[in-house]
């Protein structure tokens, strides 16, 4: 695959008609434009802090209104206000949205929507923060708990998508060991996958693979093949993904439609797909038969991350701080962890009965690493392409 090496943001702005790069970003209204925000204002200094000082600050601010991908944003705001006195609203956006409207508040001069957790973390690394539209905060006391590479920026979470397997089909286990083959032998052409044309951390999977273990795709390829990889393109992640493309995998909008797929009861030929670890609830609420594909080479799966950052033009900074702060902890956290998601906080437990079993297969999960999102977020659209290419 070639690969563009300009990272001007007027490239961002020439790939605005694809759907990729506006489900990543959304850039048009925040790459193209320029922004005006206040200057940064985050409340009371860090070297002033202590929870109780951020606690007081707080409950003087006004109402704070918090976003996530996920609708238990709505629960957890209320237990928040519960928790602090604090009024605060919750809204599910879609990642797309997040950006657009971070952007256009930013715009405007006049922010709405206080706090954003962002599964779209290529386009906060690599567009808002640089433009100060919002910002990142650590909170100094949870310094020892989050690991370093998760701390500037701030994530909140990790995000499992995991291939799974209908054990009624295959109660010997997953049918498949390796992930070539996807591209090659019965499940070929019985592979359901999120749509990399839809969805940001389909391209940004292929583009951490290539920048960060392209070696462990290439020894997997041997391992299937008994012999070493030989392609024409750059690396062994862009052979897969050409392979993964030509092999015309069914491409889902909705980790619904791959959970059916792969997990509904009474099929003879299943197929194998990718979905995030709350589909595994499913087993329980509607028969399914859905399983983690442990032990495939190289990766049973991939974890992608999301960002927790702050509206630089915030009227309540300090409340906004104080919530990035409480999704850090369990009482937090918890109803996105029961759900499958990994705090990036340390010590926040996965619980005993959550769904899929990720804890068991984590040392199999591919997780981003936050050095490449800038590189996921300016070379979505030429992933994006690729995939196009091969899949007609």
């Known amino acids: 695959m070639r690969r563009r090496t300009g990272r001007a943001h007027a490239s961002c702005a ?23 925000v206040r200057t940064v204002d985050l409340g009371i200094p860090d070297e002033d802090y202590s929870l109780e000082a951020l606690i007081a600050a707080a409950q003087d601010e006004g109402p704070l209104v918090v976003s996530d991908t996920t609708g238990k944003i709505v629960d957890i705001a209320a237990a928040f206000e519960a928790e602090y006195g604090i009024p605060t609203t919750g ?3 879609t990642g797309q ?67 799974a397997y209908n054990t009624e089909a295959s109660p010997d286990g997953c049918p498949i060991d390796n992930i070539w083959q996807l591209t090659d032998g019965p499940f070929s052409d ?11 951390y389909q391209t940004s999977w292929y583009n951490q693979m290539e920048e960060n273990h392209d070696a462990e795709v290439a020894d997997a390829y041997a391992d299937a093949y008994g012999e070493p990889l030989e392609t024409v393109e750059e690396s062994a992640t862009a052979e897969w993904v050409k392979r993964l493309a030509e092999s015309k995998p069914l491409v ?16 003879e030929n299943p197929f194998i797909g990718i979905m995030s670890a709350a589909k595994f ?42 919530f990035i702060r ?17 705090s990036t906080n340390t010590t926040v437990p996965i619980p005993d009965d959550e769904p899929s079993g990720v ?11 936050s050095a490449s999102l800038e590189s996921d977020y300016f070379r979505a659209q030429d992933w994006a392409d690729f995939w196009r290419i091969h899949n007609r």
């Open 14 to 36: 020439l790939a605005s008609a694809s759907i990729v790069m506006l489900a990543l970003s959304g850039c048009a209204p925040s790459s193209t434009q320029e922004i005006s």
């Open 91 to 93: 809204t599910k956006l």
């Open 252 to 267: 889902t909008n909705d980790d619904d439609d791959s959970a059916a797929a792969v997990g509904a009861p009474g099929q």
């Open 359 to 369: 804890a068991a297969v984590w040392d199999e999960i591919l997780v981003f690493d």
């Open 190 to 200: 019985r592979f359901v996958t999120p749509d990399p044309l839809l969805y940001a």
């Open 97 to 163: 949205e997040q950006v657009e409207i971070a952007s256009r508040e930013a715009q405007a001069g006049s922010v709405r929507t206080d706090v954003l957790l962002m599964t779209a973390s290529e386009a906060a690394v690599a567009d808002l923060i640089p433009q100060e539209v919002v910002t990142s905060w650590m909170p100094p006391d949870l310094v020892d708990e989050v690991p370093a590479e998760f701390q500037e920026p701030l994530m909140v979470t990790q995000e499992p998508m995991l291939i």
């Open 281 to 322: 609830r499913d087993n329980a609420e509607k028969g399914y038969a859905l399983a983690i594909c442990s032990g495939l080479d190289p990766w049973a799966g991939l974890a992608y991350t999301k960002a927790g950052v702050i509206a630089t033009g915030t009227a309540s900074p300090n409340a906004a701080k104080l």
């Open 326 to 342: 409480y999704m850090l902890t369990e009482a937090g956290i918890g109803p996105q962890v029961a759900d499958g998601k990994i």
